[in-house]
């Protein structure tokens, strides 16, 4: 599908005259194994759904100066710096809605706001009880040394792995171990991710101005937000702040990566020689190809004539 779109863009873009300078690359994602998955494919009357679930899902991204595009079978999604706009556009249903950075600023900070006056009502209302759970949490960053072309780029093996370790020392299990593992295949980064990278900067600067998310314009406030966000469990921030220190560690572009989610329970019983059992839930791959400077034309960030706007999620919000 990308490849359709990315050839016809082309085309368009030799007769439009266009500046150089753009950036492009298409992406695939697909759930790929995992327990949870084959306990979906043995579900037979799902059909339809299965099937649409389990499909790889492409997307091609474009950036121009201060646009960027990212464009999928049913949508596209196109970002304004200097109209400081997001919109998202459904191509199968013909509509579109329009939601400016200072409504995601806002929304943002109100949702934040809600979460802090909830957990009070909570408490009062004996919904949130004190408990004897531990939470601690362990991030690492592996190079394995491994070496291999993907997608006509030489890409080395990282490993990073996220385990959350949750303790209940009154009965069995007596530790839950939740675990995300993360195969990442890194390139040097491609000359088309520079303009790409420096546009993700500029937007995440537009975001952080004005006064509406204090907590996250300051040093620490991504993780100690991304902290409440998670329940505000002990030790949540530091593994964050943990996280980040290990992620600055990839150098590159993630031209492949198999993501892995699971758990593993050890029971009180268990013995040192049998720990207990652990297993994948989900896993997904995503891939990175086709990076191009190839011109774009202004079409691929417009609202195709006749699309209807509707309400954004703001404007439904504030309804």
Do not use: C
Not at 279 to 297: D, G, K, W, Y
């Amino acid at each position: 599908m990308t490849k359709h779109i990315a050839a016809a863009l082309v085309l368009m873009s030799l007769a439009s005259g266009v500046a150089h300078a753009d950036a492009s690359y298409e992406q695939t994602s697909q759930i790929t194994g995992g327990n949870l998955i084959d306990s979906i494919r043995s579900v037979g009357f799902l059909g339809r759904a299965t099937k649409d679930l389990l499909a790889p899902t492409n997307s091609l991204t474009l950036v121009h100066g201060n646009q960027k595009a990212v464009i999928t079978k049913n949508s596209t999604q196109i970002i304004d710096l200097d109209k400081e706009t997001i919109t998202h556009i459904d191509t199968e249903k013909r509509t579109y809605t329009v939601m400016t950075f200072a409504q995601m600023r806002q929304a943002a900070a109100e949702m934040m706001k809600r979460m802090q006056q909830a957990q009070p009502r909570q408490a009062m209302a004996g919904k949130q009880s004190p408990s004897d759970l531990k939470t601690s949490f362990e991030v690492a960053v592996k190079s394995t040394g491994q070496s291999k072309s993907v997608n006509g780029l030489s890409a080395q093996e990282q490993v990073v792995e996220l385990h959350m370790h949750v303790a209940n020392p009154n009965g069995a299990p007596d530790t839950i171990t939740y675990t995300v593992t993360s195969d990442a295949w890194i390139a040097p980064d491609p000359p088309e991710m520079k303009e790409i990278q420096e546009f993700d900067a500029r937007m995440g600067e537009k975001m952080m101005q004005g006064g509406e998310l204090p907590a996250f314009a300051k040093p620490g406030g991504a993780t100690a937000g991304l902290a409440q966000l998670l329940g505000s469990k002990p030790g949540t921030a530091e593994a964050m702040a943990q996280m980040q220190k290990e992620m600055a560690k990839l150098k590159g572009t993630r031209v492949m990566e198999v993501t892995r989610m699971g758990g593993e329970a050890s029971a009180m019983t268990a013995s040192a020689t049998q720990p207990g059992q652990g297993a994948v839930l989900m896993e997904m791959t995503m891939q990175r190809s086709n990076f191009s400077h190839e011109t774009i034309p202004p079409s691929a960030f417009a609202v195709p004539d006749g699309f209807k706007q509707l309400p954004s999620a703001f404007d439904q919000m504030r309804k």
